[in-house]
């Protein structure tokens, strides 16, 4: 069982930076791959981008490409989600989740946790 509470959302102005943050509880956690997902009013929760179990794979939705980087922190159960270069499309509800075992780790049936979800909106 993980539990994860993200944190770190929040206003921003178009252009401008957000950092989430993930923290997961048990000491399985760098056996997870863990990722980040987003859902806006109205629409489907989609895939932003996740990273494996020691970083040494990451894979990014095109639409942020270039824009959010996604890091973890193994010693301290943590991932995170640095979002530059904001877009009012960015805004969501963004959500950090962990999983293992799965072919691809792009999708949501990939990831058996997930947490709460934090509000990120970005205003023109």
């Known amino acids: 069982q993980v539990q994860l509470v993200e944190s770190g959302g929040g206003l921003a102005q178009a252009g401008g930076s957000l950092r989430l943050s993930c923290v997961a509880s048990?000491?399985?956690?760098?056996?997870?791959?863990m990722g980040w997902f987003r859902q806006a009013p109205g629409k489907e929760r989609e895939f932003v981008a996740s990273?494996?179990?020691?970083?040494?794979?990451?894979y990014y939705t095109d639409s942020v490409e270039g824009r959010f980087t996604i890091s973890r922190d193994n010693a301290e159960n943590m991932v995170s989600l640095q979002m530059n270069s904001l877009k009012p499309e960015d805004t969501a509800v963004y959500y950090c989740?962990?999983?293992?075992?799965?072919?691809?780790?792009?999708?949501?049936?990939?990831?058996?946790?997930w947490g709460q979800g934090t509000q990120v909106t970005v205003f023109s």
């Open positions: 989740a962990a999983g293992r075992g799965a072919h691809s780790f792009r999708q949501k049936s990939a990831f058996a946790y």
């Open positions: 048990g000491r399985e956690f760098p056996s997870y791959a």
């Open positions: 990273i494996g179990w020691s970083g040494g794979w990451i």
